[in-house]
């Protein structure tokens, strides 16, 4: 059995489509027996810090160098890397906003990818992530469809595949979308959506 880490990102609660999409994944791996933990974070009921110059000093610091404001200030980013590190599967929902992710999804991933933490360098200049092994069920829920846009505009998937991969090590992302959510009588098929999972 494996453990799972739930990010919400919406932060329209139990009306968002997206959460409903991401819990719809939860409870089928639960029902298949693939996972038997869930720790959720819900980034609407407690933002993320923005970064500012005060934490940005602090990211880039030796580890013997922070003293207890440091440590302060660092808390949310290493309790949510914490959390990362001991999941196995991490299932994360997004609305689409502007076309890309949520802000708060965003302000998330700035506290999680840290050099030294998240991702290290190597001696010929690579990188190498620090998060391996991991699956991530990526679900997003959007006003419109991908299918009525020109394919450039796709930054959801690609950016979350593309900041994994460079920064935490994790190359399976495996993507499920609830689409056309603003259109008149519309209606959603969760388990029609995640059929193949
Ligand atoms: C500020 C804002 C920006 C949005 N931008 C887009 C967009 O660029 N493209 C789109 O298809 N839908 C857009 N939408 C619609 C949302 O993607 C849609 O309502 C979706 O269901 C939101 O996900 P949620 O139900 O999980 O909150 C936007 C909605 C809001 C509130």
Redesign the pocket.
Known sequence: MKSALHIIS???GA?????CLSTAIINKLIDKGEIDKVVERDLAKASPPFLDEALIWEFYKFPEMIDERGKRLLSYANAIFNEMNEAEIIVI?T?????GISSLLKAWLDQLVRMGISYKFNADGTKTGCLTSKKVYLAI????RLAYWPREYEFIESYIKAVFSAYAGITDVCTYR?EG??EPNFRVDYEGIIQNL
């Not at 009306?15 to 959460?19: E, K, P, W």
């Not at 609305?95 to 076309?99: C, E, S, Y």
């Not at 829920?141 to 419109?144: E, Q, T, V």
């Open positions: 919406s932060a329209r009306l968002s489509y997206s959460r929902s609305p689409m906003h502007n076309l829920a959007s006003g419109g609830v959510t603003a």
